[in-house]
């Protein structure tokens, strides 16, 4: 087991590192110029140059990769010669834009994605999961049909056009929810809980409404095809109860499907949900990913990219790990 | 006396895309106490609905049945799923076909016959296990102590089908419904495995619906044997009327189809064509297709009417041909021979 | 004397066992070590229970598999070490038929064009025309011609094995793989299936490699049988020799072992098998069988020791045939 996390991780880290130079050969070679946009409106070419060099972009591309890499291990030092200063550990740059510290900047807006990505994930494997096990029993019957009738619509709806009916609706005509704040961050927070799931609700539904869609349906084919199998007829045969025979039986055989998609679009959505922090103006990864990539923003775009591959990648291992422990025939060798 | 189990006329329908499929067509079988009897027929002849139907496993489906299921009295086809659990696994266990794919792959081969006990028995999880332990060395199980912890597929194929002979017979049912549970194993493996069944048989006294196909098992492990095509018992006798005295055409020509171990024929006598199709059924006997008697039986009746089984000296025959006496001991048709 | 039609000489196929990081950490032994011979116009049987490497040895001898070691000889040919196109003569000449009909024919594709396939394939010329040669070759399979055109959807089981043996027969070959043809089969149509064979067989004077886990198939089909247990041959001889005075302890506790129809049967010895088949990447020394020998309880130290040290060699792998069983009944 400890050998298998160790390989686990060290393949987790090359492939970051992977990820890390193609994102940078990518902006290094791509056609913004991060030092025009950072000198603003009214530059001069002198003033091109002297950003260039205080940003760090004078220097060949692989010393400017490899500084980059030097300030996840350790500290580094930042700024134009003679006005350098120090970047502490773990340094991801400082904003072209803002001149403020990436680390900083990524700290504040996780929270944001964070709170968005948790009330998504449990709304939609709460009602999607369920929905789908609900489906899955009354296969072929007039439940069955409503919740797979219901799924291909929700499939179907982008999350701009839920989020908009919603906020419309909601926020807009009825009044129910108020407009989302970027004050409240944590459900621990001054404001309470009860403030923190009326802030990011809308949002959630939104997300949920997409993904419960796609869950109802894996789950239910899931289910489906569980309770056909030969093991269920047996415990039919031991006169177990309908309970026990679907909870205990049917769903610890048919989960593992559901665990590994759940396992990515966790970890796809602390990322950053790009459209839903649009619409519902979170400041998350997402909102600050898109403001960095369309301004040439080289380090926080960098940043941003890292902390994504990096969730989903760990998300895979732990899928992995989760596996090792419900089925019994995987070997973690 | 009153026979244990008797189900009379019992029809099984499924629907499906391209009609109704006919599994069983008025199926007739009875059980006495303590017997062991054989239920043999080809793929389709509805010898493995036959015996779900008993264990109450197409309830709460779409499959529609019609017909008499008594089992010490009682109407099983009457009772709701919930009214059938104390008779599934305390009075009737039932093997199966492949044990790898019957048993749950993420649970221990001692938590499931645990389980199986702890339905019907109010015990401890402590003492369940332990009857596990007791259980897998009275199949012959080797350690039995340590094997108890051991998951499904950590077992050789013959040790899981020990382990689901263990979990049927944890509760002591009294009827053991055996559905084809040597098929899927070796020769070698098969042997360990009929001699287990028979020796917990005379251990316990419970009666045993053996399905299968083969005829040599039946013959090594059986009092009785119960022969089916199209979903309908075309003969039932005793072991050794079947095999001296075959009576229907199908069993004689199964019979004289089985290439055997002993004697020296080089060449088989097969059964012409190929088994019925289940979705559209002749109306008259559903052999006849395939039978060289359906042509000496007058007016066509093997054709236009189904046979009725008849019963004479505890051996029953559901065949025109048979009830007219047109068929006789010389018109065996290679069999034994 | 000419040479026999096939010689199969010391045929090994190993499995390499990879550990971590893609290291070989051992080797199925699937295979190991089989020899044998087939002459014109007979049959082979291989015999044995699962995981005996039966059907891996069908699989290395039509080349769907490369040998480890050893050597196949076809009419005296070595073609052990042919590659790609340099098999295109080899399979011409040695076909297979599968087991399971079903999965070996293309639903999509006609059955008359699944019987022409290898003909178009190997770019053969029928004189005739490949039209005729398919309806002759179905009728030969008891099957009407007329049916060319319909799909394998629309045939049963006995009916798919028989275009299945069509197929195999389109380039009349010599030798004819087929490997466990009936035991997806009903026995009523089995019978059909295996008469058909053996018909085929006297009209054509093809050879068979006929492999089945069931004795009494075999039995009928055989003219030698050759007993497989893990990887090597046990006992192989005369198929009337084999089945009336089987010597090997293997051989006879496999056949003690059939369900016997015959109910006066109680007088034949009963020998049951203990335990369970040992992995074929770390098999027993010496004799591959010894861990569950009927006979080798009852040896004494020499004997024994003999068994755990020297491999047996031969048609009658076994350093003690004929030797007492243990747990026989009224043999």
């Known amino acids: 087991m400890v050998s298998f996390l160790f390989r686990r991780f060290g393949a987790m880290l090359l492939l970051l590192l992977v990820v890390s130079f193609i994102t940078f050969t990518l902006f290094h070679f791509g056609p913004a110029d991060p030092a025009s946009a950072a000198c603003g409106q009214e530059c001069t070419p002198d003033r091109v140059e002297q950003a260039r060099v205080a940003l760090g972009l004078d220097k060949p591309f692989f010393v400017q990769y490899f500084a980059f890499l030097s300030g996840l291990v350790g500290p580094r030092m930042l700024g134009a010669p003679g006005a350098e200063q120090m970047c502490a550990w773990p340094c991801l740059g400082k904003s072209f834009q803002t001149n403020e510290n990436v680390t900083d900047m990524i700290a504040n807006a996780l929270p944001y994605t964070l709170s968005l990505a948790i009330g998504a994930v449990l709304m939609w494997t709460i009602v999607g999961v369920g929905f789908g096990l609900l489906a899955a029993m009354r296969k072929g019957k007039l439940t069955d049909r409503f919740i797979v009738g219901a799924s291909s619509i929700g499939v179907s709806l982008p999350i701009p056009v839920t989020g908009l009916v919603l906020l419309l609706v909601f926020v807009g005509t009825l009044g129910w929810f108020p407009f989302t704040t970027n004050q409240i961050v944590s459900p621990f927070g001054e404001a309470g809980f009860g403030a923190w799931v009326t802030n990011y609700f809308l949002a959630w539904v939104a997300l949920a409404v997409l993904f419960s869609a796609q869950y109802v349906r894996i789950t239910r084919n899931n289910m489906i095809e569980t309770f056909s199998e030969d093991f269920m007829r047996t415990a039919r045969a031991k006169g177990l ?18 665990i590994t998609m759940l396992g990515l679009d966790l970890g796809a959505l602390l990322g950053g949900a790009v459209l839903t922090e649009q619409i519902f103006s979170v400041p998350g990864l997402g909102f600050t990913a898109v403001k960095a990539a369309t301004s040439g923003d080289l380090p926080v775009t960098m940043a941003i990219t890292m902390l994504a591959a990096f969730f989903i990648i760990f998300f895979n291992v732990l899928v992995d790990i989760a596996y090792a422990f419900i089925d019994p025939r995987v070997k973690v060798n | 006396m009153e026979p244990m189990l008797s189900v009379k006329n019992l029809t099984v329908k499924f629907p499906t895309d391209d009609g109704m499929v006919a599994a069983l067509n008025g199926m007739d079988l009875t059980l006495n106490r303590g017997e062991t009897v054989g239920l043999v027929g080809e793929s389709g002849s509805g010898k493995s609905v036959t015996s779900q139907a008993i264990m109450g496993l197409f309830k709460e489906s779409r499959a529609v049945i019609d017909g008499e299921i008594t089992f010490e009295g009682t109407d099983l086809l009457a009772l709701s799923e919930d009214a059938m659990r104390p008779y599934r696994g305390k009075k009737i266990g039932m093997i199966f076909q492949d044990p790898l794919s019957a048993m749950h792959p993420f649970y221990t081969v001692g938590a499931q016959i645990a389980e199986a006990y702890q339905v019907h028995n109010k015990v401890s999880k402590k003492a369940a296990r332990q009857v596990a332990i007791d259980m897998l060395g009275r199949v012959g199980i080797p350690d039995p102590k340590r094997r108890v912890d051991n998951y499904p597929h950590e077992f050789s194929g013959g040790m899981r089908q020990r382990a689901m002979i263990a979990m049927a017979l944890v509760c002591e049912p009294e009827l053991l419904i055996a559905d084809e549970p040597t098929t899927a194993l070796d020769v070698t493996v098969q042997a360990q495995i009929l001699d287990l069944i028979s020796d917990l048989q005379a251990e316990t006294n419970s009666a045993v619906i053996f399905v299968t196909h083969d005829l040599g098992v039946v013959a090594q492990l059986c009092k009785r044997v119960v022969v089916m095509y199209g979903g309908q018992c075309v003969e039932q006798a005793s072991v050794r009327q079947i095999f001296q005295r075959p009576s229907h055409p199908y069993t004689r020509g199964l019979m004289a189809s089985m290439p055997h171990l002993a004697g020296d024929t080089d060449r088989l006598t097969p059964i012409p064509g190929s088994p019925p199709a289940l979705l559209a059924l002749p109306k008259g006997c559903i052999f006849a297709d395939r039978c060289e008697f359906a042509k000496i039986v007058p007016d066509g009746r093997c054709l236009n009417m189904r046979p009725e089984l008849i019963v004479e000296d505890d051996h029953a025959v559901r065949c025109h041909g048979h009830e007219l006496k047109l068929i006789d001991e010389t018109s065996l048709i290679g069999a034994g021979s | 004397m000419s040479a026999p039609l096939l010689e199969v000489t010391n045929l090994t196929k190993h499995f390499p066992i990879k550990g971590s990081m893609g290291r070989t950490v051992g080797a199925v032994k699937a295979v190991d070590g089989v020899s044998f011979t087939l002459e014109k116009g007979t049959t082979l049987g291989l015999v044995g229970e699962s995981g005996c490497g039966k059907s891996t040895t069908g699989k290395v001898l039509m080349r769907l598999l490369d040998p480890t070691s050893g050597s196949i000889k076809l009419d005296g040919e070595d073609i052990t070490g042919l590659k790609g196109k340099q098999l295109d003569g080899f399979r ?13 024919l293309n639903p999509r594709q006609s059955i008359g064009a699944a019987i022409a396939s290898p003909l178009v394939e190997q770019r053969i010329k029928v004189p005739g025309g490949i039209k005729a040669k398919v309806a002759d070759l179905m009728d030969r399979v008891g099957l009407r011609p007329e049916h060319a055109n319909r799909f394998p959807h629309e045939f049963s089981g006995g009916q798919r094995q028989r275009i299945g043996i069509a197929r195999a027969l389109a380039l009349d070959p010599d030798v004819v793989i087929c490997d466990e043809p009936v035991s997806a089969l009903d026995v009523s149509v089995q019978a059909q299936v295996v008469n058909l064979l053996k018909d085929i067989q006297a009209d054509t004077g093809v050879s068979y490699i006929f492999i089945a886990h069931d004795l009494a198939v075999v039995k009928h089909m055989a003219d030698d049988v050759a007993v497989m247990y893990l990887g090597k041959i046990m006992e192989q001889a ?20 059939v369900p016997s129809v015959d109910l006066d049967a109680a007088l034949t010895e009963r020998i049951r098998l203990g335990g369970d088949l040992p992995s074929p990447s770390n098999p027993p020394s010496g004799c591959v069988f010894r861990t569950r020998c009927p006979a080798y309880e009852l040896l004494d130290e020499a004997g024994k020791q003999r068994c755990s040290t020297e491999v047996p060699a031969g048609a009658m792998a076994c350093h003690f045939p004929n030797a007492p069983l243990a747990a026989t009944v009224g043999a």
């Not at chain 3, 011409?92 to 070996?104: H, K």
């Open chain 1, 241 to 258: 109860s309908r309970r026990k025979i679907v909870f205990k039986h049917g769903v610890r055989a048919g989960i593992t499907p559901i």
């Open chain 3, 92 to 104: 011409r000449r040695v076909q297979m038929v599968f087991q399971n009909p079903a999965s070996s």
């Open chain 3, 238 to 257: 005369n198929k009337r020799e084999l089945f009336e005075n089987p010597r090997h302890p293997y051989t006879r506790a496999l056949l003690s072992a």
